[in-house]
């Protein structure tokens, strides 16, 4: 990644290609291959690559001086955090009609509940949202932990209204994006990193359900 960002500020690039093939391996271009074994992940001008690094380093850099400053980061154990933040879970799978254990889960294998959480890809938050996802859901603050769920949520109730409720096809594409679950013929892509996580996306969905069904026999 540090390498592309060096490289699209070189002015004379116009256009940047991001390539994936079927291991998941991500090439970066600045021109387009006809190669079979290749799928076209985007293209993007080298301009506004450039504008986006920028920004975000702007948006790091103020963070970084905010905690600095005294916001807490993540402490106590898991499920310390994960009641701290039942509320606004349970808020917005209402708002989005998505189950509370659904998004505990997701946000259990994102962030384990790490609002501070930055991930090398450049996601953030307690659900991992990248910059470009925050716009689309029109998230002010990506650092806020209430909006991050809230873009988080509405992204994920898309997801389901396009692969007509499949959670796992839902859960591969909040991992690799749509797009690629679309083109490997609306399946969970051969992406080990997707694979792995759509499994234990599951489990924790899993684990929160059958928490909840003990409670509701007692």
Same mark, same amino acid.
């Not at 387009?32 to 076209?40: A, E, I, T």
């Not at 994960?82 to 997701?106: F, I, K, T, W």
């Given at each position: 990644?540090?390498?592309?960002?060096?490289?699209?500020?070189? $002015?004379?690039?116009?256009?940047?290609? %991001?390539?994936?093939?079927?291991?998941?391996?991500?090439?970066?271009?600045? %021109?387009?291959?006809?190669?079979?074994?290749?799928?076209?992940?985007?293209?993007?001008? &080298?301009? #506004?690559?450039?504008?986006?690094?920028?920004?975000?380093?702007?948006?790091?850099?103020?963070?970084?001086? @905010?905690?600095?400053?005294?916001?807490?980061?993540?402490? #106590?154990?898991?499920?310390?955090?994960?009641?701290?933040?039942?509320? @606004? @879970?349970?808020?917005?799978?209402?708002?989005?009609?998505?189950?509370?254990?659904?998004?505990? &889960?997701?946000?259990?294998?994102?962030?384990?509940?790490? $609002?501070?959480?930055?991930?090398?890809?450049?996601?953030?938050?307690?659900?991992?949202?990248? $910059?470009?996802?925050?716009?689309?859901?029109?998230?002010?603050?990506?650092?806020?932990?209430?909006?991050?769920?809230? #873009?988080?949520?509405?992204?994920?109730?898309?997801?389901?209204?396009?692969?007509?409720?499949?959670?796992?096809? &839902?859960?591969?594409?909040?991992? &690799?994006?749509?797009?690629? @679950?679309?083109?490997?013929?609306? %399946?969970?892509?051969?992406?080990?990193?997707?694979?792995?996580?759509?499994? %234990?996306?599951?489990?924790?969905?899993?684990?929160?359900?059958?928490?909840?069904?003990?409670?509701?026999?007692?």
């Amino acid at each position: 990644m540090i390498a592309l960002l060096c490289w699209i500020a070189v $002015p004379a690039l116009s256009d940047v290609y %991001k390539y994936t093939d079927a291991q998941g391996n991500v090439i970066f271009t600045d %021109k387009p291959l006809g190669r079979k074994d290749l799928s076209l992940e985007w293209r993007r001008s &080298a301009k #506004g690559l450039a504008e986006e690094n920028r920004d975000a380093q702007r948006r790091l850099l103020a963070y970084s001086r @905010v905690t600095a400053s005294g916001t807490p980061k993540a402490s #106590g154990s898991l499920a310390e955090r994960r009641a701290g933040y039942d509320g @606004v @879970v349970r808020s917005m799978a209402l708002r989005y009609r998505l189950s509370p254990e659904l998004l505990h &889960a997701v946000i259990r294998a994102e962030s384990a509940y790490d $609002p501070s959480a930055v991930s090398s890809a450049g996601a953030i938050g307690l659900m991992q949202l990248i $910059p470009a996802t925050a716009e689309r859901y029109e998230v002010r603050d990506i650092w806020n932990p209430v909006e991050n769920v809230r #873009g988080g949520a509405a992204y994920l109730r898309d997801l389901l209204d396009i692969f007509d409720e499949d959670l796992s096809l &839902a859960l591969a594409g909040y991992n &690799a994006g749509e797009n690629a @679950v679309i083109r490997h013929g609306r %399946k969970i892509p051969p992406y080990p990193e997707t694979q792995t996580y759509v499994r %234990k996306v599951l489990q924790f969905y899993w684990a929160e359900r059958a928490a909840v069904t003990q409670l509701a026999a007692r």
